[in-house]
Nanobody, 124 residues
Framework: QVQLVESGGGLVQAGGSVRLSCAASGQTFSSYGMGWFRQVPGKEREFVAAIRWNGGSTYYGDFVKGRFTISRDNAKNMAYLQMNSLKPEDTAVYYC?????????????????WGQGTQVTVSS
């Protein structure tokens, strides 16, 4: 079992930045690829970013276009999503997720554990 807890969401103006954090506990964090998804009411969960279990590679959704950066700190059992140049359409609940030995995984069904989500609201 892996428990994930997100933090760092909130209200931000368009063009601003937010850093989301994901604290993991339970099994060996370094064996898990980490991902971020987002969801708005009435829509499917959307892939945002992922980082390979060994931290060697990162992957992003097409809409990110260089604005977001995913990272991890295995010593602290933490994953992060730095979001810059935020737009109102980035408003969503953001979820942290983990997949055993995961890498480039972009579908929710490919992940094993999920956090409860954190709301990010971008005002225009």
């Amino acid at each position: 079992q892996v428990q994930l807890v997100e933090s760092g969401g909130g209200l931000v103006q368009a063009g601003g930045s937010v850093r989301l954090s994901c604290a993991a506990s339970g099994q060996t964090f370094s064996s898990y690829g980490m991902g971020w998804f987002r969801q708005v009411p009435g829509k499917e969960r959307e892939f945002v970013a992922a980082i390979r279990w060994n931290g060697g590679s990162t992957y992003y959704g097409d809409f990110v276009k260089g604005r977001f950066t995913i990272s991890r700190d295995n010593a602290k059992n933490m994953a992060y999503l730095q979001m810059n140049s935020l737009k109102p359409e980035d408003t969503a609940v953001y979820y942290c997720t983990a997949a055993y030995l995961g890498g480039d995984r972009r579908r929710p069904s490919e992940y094993d554990y999920w956090g409860q989500g954190t709301q990010v609201t971008v005002s225009s």
